[in-house]
């Protein structure tokens, strides 16, 4: 155990979970729809040095808006995520569906298609020598960000079928998708009645961030959700203080009847930064940041607590042993506690 611990404390002390680059920009574009018309977006991604470009190959990460807020509402939690090293595309998809009361509705609703239809715009992008992202672009891995509603149609797509409400065409997963990480949301949103369905990620990492004071999709459901995503990695990562709008530029005093406790720009940079660096560890094999996640990073984070199941990693397989075989969630939840319980003394 004390071996364990000044391994630990070794790696925690080499490793800055800040972003990898100083800063981001931004531009506007037209995404074009398989079904027909144009879905306005902007795209985000790190500023380059002279001697970063062509040496980086940055993957898509599609965030997908929750119902009826704008894309321009997620500026600054997108500006973090891509100075972590991803490109991140924001669009404003307008459809109408009908919600569980029959009732139809038309506005901002995320849906299925949309992971295709970015990822086909990606690869033109990638074509084009005008394009700020050309030279840059990864076109071959893609992940899932998204807010409620958005985060839903994430769930949905990583497992492949077309979900009513949430899909409403033929869906196919593309090969490219490789992860999701989605805040205030659970797999009862846009469904009909009954518990939460075993949730089929065919081995695709997911993980579920969750603010405590969340009066519109519940920790509640969001810890249904956790237990249904059927396989490792995933996790569960809850940010005390933090309503349904911590995601967000500002508090929606309209339609969450919680306020939150946290700070709005230290909910946006934590839901940004445990986001990414899930991200980057599961799907980019970042070891650090796999480290981070799902060993060291909740004790050393006073505004997160963590829930994970990781795969066993080879180099620490003797030392979990030693904990008899407690395994990889087992060591890192009692180290965890005891490490929270010194620092809050």
């Given at each position: 155990m004390?071996?364990?611990?000044?391994?630990?404390?070794?790696?925690?002390?080499?490793?800055?979970?800040?972003?990898?680059y100083e800063s981001a920009v931004s531009y506007s574009t037209m995404i074009p729809r398989s079904n027909g018309g144009l879905d306005p977006a902007n795209?985000?991604?790190p500023v380059l040095s002279g001697v970063d470009l062509g040496q980086h190959s940055l993957p898509i990460a599609l965030f997908l808006q929750g119902a009826l807020v704008d894309k321009s509402d997620y500026s600054n939690f997108a500006n973090t995520v891509a100075r972590y090293g991803f490109v991140v595309v924001v669009p404003n998809h307008t459809r109408t569906t009908i919600n569980q009361l029959g009732i139809p509705i038309t506005g901002l609703l995320a849906e299925q298609q949309q992971v295709n239809?970015?990822?086909?715009?990606?690869k033109t992008e990638k074509s084009q020598a005008s394009s700020p992202i050309?030279?840059?672009?990864?076109?071959?891995?893609?992940?899932l960000l998204g807010?409620?509603?958005?985060g839903a149609v994430g769930i949905a797509a990583i497992q492949g079928n077309c979900f009513p409400v949430l899909c409403t065409e033929n869906f196919n997963r593309p090969q490219e998708l490789k992860g999701g990480a989605f805040y205030g949301t659970n797999f009862l949103i846009g469904q009909g009645g009954g518990g939460v369905p075993v949730i089929d990620n065919d081995d695709i990492p997911m993980a579920l961030l969750q603010g405590d004071r969340d009066g519109v999709a519940t920790p509640a459901n969001a810890e249904l959700t956790y237990i249904a995503i059927e396989d490792a990695p995933k996790a569960l990562i809850s940010i005390p203080g933090a309503n349904h709008y911590g995601i967000t530029n500002n508090d929606n005093l309209i339609r969450e009847p919680v306020r939150p406790t946290l700070e709005q720009d230290v909910a946006i940079e934590t839901i940004a930064r445990w986001s990414a660096l899930f991200l980057r560890g599961t799907v980019l094999n970042?070891?650090?940041?796999?480290?981070?996640?799902?060993?060291?990073?909740?004790?050393?984070?006073?505004?997160?607590n963590v829930e994970s199941v990781a795969k066993p990693i080879p180099e620490y397989t003797s030392v979990f042993s030693l904990l008899g075989g407690l395994g990889v969630i087992g060591a890192s939840s009692v180290l965890k506690n005891k490490d929270k319980l010194v620092k809050n003394r």
């Open positions: 004390i071996t364990l611990g000044v391994e630990r404390s070794a790696v925690a002390a080499k490793f800055n979970p800040d972003p990898l795209i985000y991604y239809d970015v990822l086909s715009y990606i050309a030279n840059s672009l990864d076109p071959n891995t893609l992940v807010h409620s509603f958005g970042d070891q650090d940041a796999l480290d981070y996640v799902f060993k060291t990073g909740d004790a050393l984070d006073e505004n997160v």
